[in-house]
């Protein structure tokens, strides 16, 4: 079925006439003091309801009202929040270093242990040619070989350890309407 927009001849010739500025001004200024009382009305409608009671936060002071406005204050409160540290490189990469290996003993296939020193190394290299932040960098690439080698060694006596604690467990006996 057409519509009157298929055909702009059946239209209605209702065009408003051009406003002068003061009254443009004086219809968005109406306008703006409308949405404003509705937005209050709302607000009320809302306490009324009770939607607002019992929120975190209610009857507490809004926290650094006292501060000067700082553009960062949003990742601020999300590394206190989230407990976030925040370490210059090289101290990182030296916090990386000691705990190498522990992490290593938590793969179990020699792939992902490669995988992992291989992107040690890669940012310990990156550190070294790049500008220098913080403390010095002291820490160096990893010989992937020999990291390796020991991870297959403690590997192999967490093996036989798991193995040994087992062979000394007695198996526990079973009621006999469990038996099969």
Known sequence: MPTSEDRPEERPETQAAPLSDAASKAAA??????????????VQ????????????????????LDRDHDPDWWVKQLVEREQIVVLPRSVQLRKDDAELDDLLDTQTTEDGARRIVEEFNERVIAARYGAPEGPPLITMPRDVDATLAAWRERRAARVEAAR????????????WWQRR
């Open 29 to 42: 200024a109406a306008r703006i003091e409308n949405q404003a009382k509705w937005v209050d009305l709302q």
């Open 45 to 64: 409608q809302s306490i009324q309801r009770g939607e607002f009671d019992n929120l975190p936060g209610a009857g507490k002071p809004i926290k650094n």
């Open 164 to 175: 040994r604690r087992q062979a000394t467990t007695p198996e526990k006996k079973r009621r």
